[in-house]
């Protein structure tokens, strides 16, 4: 699978070079856009990829998500870079909250490089989750992970079965939730 070798290689580059990936900077060109890259989305196309895409909301002006990713000239995915270092908490979501409600977006990614985690609108359209549907782990992740990542290519993007998923998953979880009560 080419997409499990992709991201064997950057999970080599991270244990390589983690201690010198302090910056957002360091972190997108090092890990995120080779992350996305193995996803099939074309980086140096700036019509499939846009960097510093400003997402107006609202009062705020000039607001800018690190990434907003067309899949036939459609904004679907909104991505937002984070440093290597930074732990990703519900803070930095709240960037993402905003720019998703002033687009067409319908999946969040939030990463700092290590981590992806994968946000979309199940419970209410145009609003995104609380609670990523799916996250995954370059430091630590198995096939069953590298086969969810795949629906996020761009080959096979397919935003109806991804927010379907989603709403699968947030239902699975707390339905385990609540048998482990």
Do not use: W
């Amino acid at each position: 699978m080419e997409l499990e070798a992709s991201m064997v290689d950057l999970q080599s580059k991270l244990r390589q070079h983690r201690e010198i990936l302090a910056t957002e900077e360091a972190a997108k060109t090092t890990l995120v856009l080779p992350f996305l890259r193995a996803l099939g989305y074309d980086i140096f196309n700036p019509s499939e990829v846009k960097a510093e895409f400003t997402c107006d909301v609202g009062t705020k002006k000039g607001e800018k998500v690190d990434y907003a990713l067309c899949v036939n000239d459609e904004i679907t995915i909104l991505v937002e870079c984070k440093p290597v270092t930074s732990e990703l908490s519900i803070k930095h979501a709240s960037q993402l909250f905003r720019y998703f409600t002033a687009t067409t977006a319908r999946v969040a990614l939030l990463t700092n490089g290590v981590v992806y985690q994968f946000f979309t609108d199940s419970e209410r359209t145009n609003m995104m989750d609380e609670k990523p549907f799916f996250t995954f782990n370059l430091e630590n992740f198995r096939k069953a992970d590298v086969k969810h990542l795949a629906t996020f290519q761009r080959a096979d993007f397919d935003l109806d079965r991804i927010v379907n998923q989603a709403g699968a998953m947030k239902l699975q979880t707390q339905i385990t939730a609540e048998l482990r009560k």
